[in-house]
């Protein structure tokens, strides 16, 4: 709360004992990051660092096609302001990606924000950098004096002469240039002095951006501001970016302390890949900045979720479900007050909305459900009961959830005929299903269906079983003119350390008419999982659009 509020509400003796506990970040919080006018008016850059920061994830190697469809992702889709894409002298096939980047780049106007990291090596990053057709390089300059001392063997001047030389070089060859002052935050905590003289010593270089990064992740908000806006005074006409890393989990935070002393380009990745704990990222930057500070960006928030997906697939790094922002649950209401509240006048709605990132808010079915859940789930389905029939299907769902069961709005149909002991949700049955399969040969499968009231049996072939099972199910309907939607993905699960025949969950993603949906199938059998969450897709399908 803002500190003159507080006044009113805490007697002297509280407020001088919170104050000398919590110190200034709590009570200047509201000070720290309000919105003036000015703040209302300016635009933030971002810098994304997923391909060349985020790539020091462990286990993280994006291959050249990867690297140029992110790359490419990012700035025509997402419309980041620069991307870094590598590191100079990696490999060949670190060269080859940069090389098809700034083709691709070059041909839309953007290979100026397609930036490289280089080193103080003279002639060797700048000419690797050159000859993959890059026009910027991120010099990386030691910013702290024990890194310059133990690693190079140099003296601040030494450096300074070296990072003059290939600076020089640089600019002669056509780059733009701008400088990492590595561990930055460190050596401003070590040896002010030091970084002060680097920035003085290279400041007629004619860099671009000074790049500060907070390379492991130390600093907190308090810290940030003191050190930024001291080097912002002392250098008042040199642009300074701000480089956060996320090992205390404040990223985010020091971003806003940054921005707030007066820093207008942050640095960030896709789903805070990184180094350890990882960058900041990018999506929780955004937000933050926007909703929190009255920021201007250029990004297109609608893109935010297509670029974690990509990243997460192929990066092989799985984000958490409750990740801000990206995660599969950020927009599920569990609780049955919850979606009362807002079925009855949108009481947890916030800014932070679903709308704003091509999203939709879910209503989770489960143990801690009340009526609003699982109204708000039929309404989407287009299916009504009586208040009787909720009652009872209410009933079952908690039941099933208090069996640890997952429930989706895709099972209600089932769940619903369950109970009501009715077929009207079970338009077709799979009586029975023989799929064979060899090695270098084609799948087949042979089907026998009930619709209708009527036996049909059908048979396909295809690469795998579950390929064939879907070519005998769909031939079969499509003499009913019944049209199959488009499968988007297909998920397996399987219980970490389970036996051989532990059940396994598939979970396919369908997509019907511009509209996205999910449905799920459960059996010790990997492909008889993804025969029965088919034909849950065809059940529900079946009851909007019957053959």
């Not at 060797?124 to 390089?137: C, L, N, P």
């Not at 807002?342 to 704003?356: A, C, I, M, Q, W």
């Not at 099933?400 to 077709?428: C, N, W, Y």
Request: glycine residues 8%.
């Amino acid at each position: 709360m803002p500190l003159d509020f507080a006044r009113i509400l805490l007697p002297p003796e509280s407020m001088a004992h919170i104050q000398s506990v919590c110190g200034r970040s709590v009570f200047n919080l509201h000070q720290d990051f309000s919105m003036t006018a000015q703040q209302q008016t300016r635009h933030i850059s971002l810098l994304d660092t997923t391909l060349r920061d985020g790539e020091q994830t462990q286990g993280v190697s994006f291959s050249v096609n990867e690297k140029v469809n992110i790359a490419r992702a990012l700035l025509q889709s997402l419309k980041v302001d620069r991307i870094e894409v590598a590191s100079a002298c990696v490999s060949d096939g670190e060269k080859l990606a940069v090389s098809q980047i700034t083709e691709w780049a070059d041909t839309v106007g953007l290979v100026d924000r397609v930036e490289v990291l280089g080193f103080v090596d003279h002639k060797r990053s700048v000419d690797w950098i050159v000859s993959a057709g890059g026009k910027v390089i991120n010099l990386l300059a030691k910013g702290s004096e024990k890194h310059c001392r133990e690693q190079l063997g140099k003296t601040l001047e030494e450096h300074v002469v070296d990072i003059e030389k290939t600076v020089r070089y640089a600019k002669e060859q056509g780059l733009s240039v701008n400088m990492y002052l590595e561990d930055w935050s460190n050596g401003y905590a070590n040896s002010r002095d030091y970084v002060m003289g680097l920035v003085e010593g290279t400041k007629n270089f004619g860099i671009g951006h000074y790049l500060l990064p907070d390379t492991l992740g130390l600093m907190s908000p308090d810290e940030v501001a003191t050190s930024l806006n001291d080097m912002m005074e002392h250098f008042p006409k040199l642009e300074f970016d701000f480089h956060p890393h996320n090992d205390y989990g404040l990223a985010t935070a020091n971003v806003m302390a940054a921005v707030n002393a007066g820093i207008n380009t942050i640095h960030c990745t896709i789903n805070c890949l990184g180094e350890r704990a990882g960058n900041a990222s990018l999506a929780e930057v955004a937000v933050a900045l926007k909703d929190k500070m009255g920021m201007q960006l250029s990004i297109d928030e609608t893109r935010i979720g297509l670029l974690s997906r990509m990243v997460e697939n192929f990066s092989g790094k799985w984000i958490a479900a409750n990740t801000p922002v990206v995660g599969a649950d950020v927009f599920t209401q569990t609780a049955g007050i919850h979606a009362d509240g807002d079925l009855k006048g949108d009481l947890y709605v916030t800014e932070l909305s679903p709308e704003r990132f091509a999203r939709k808010r879910v209503y989770a079915l489960g143990k801690m459900s009340g009526k609003a859940s699982l109204i708000n789930n039929l309404d989407e389905l287009g299916i009504s009961l009586s208040k009787d029939d909720q009652a009872k299907v209410l009933e079952r769902i908690v039941k099933l959830g208090d069996s640890k069961h997952i429930i989706t709005s895709e099972d209600l149909p089932f769940i619903i005929a369950d109970v009501m002991q009715s077929r009207d949700f079970h338009s077709i049955t799979l009586l029975n299903c023989y799929i064979n399969s060899g090695l270098n040969v084609e799948s087949t499968a042979s089907i026998r269906v009930e619709l209708e009231g009527k036996e049909l049996q059908g048979s396909g072939s295809g690469n795998g079983g579950f390929a064939a099972f879907f070519d005998a199910i769909e031939t079969l309907l499509k003499e009913r003119d019944f049209e199959m939607p488009a499968l988007l993905d297909y998920e397996v699960h399987i219980p970490r350390g389970g036996n051989i025949d532990a059940l396994t969950e598939c979970i396919i993603t369908w997509e019907w008419q511009e509209q996205e949906f999910k449905t799920r199938g459960v059996d010790s059998n990997q492909v008889l999982a993804g025969v029965k969450a088919a034909m849950r897709m065809i059940n529900l399908r079946m009851q909007t659009d019957p053959c």
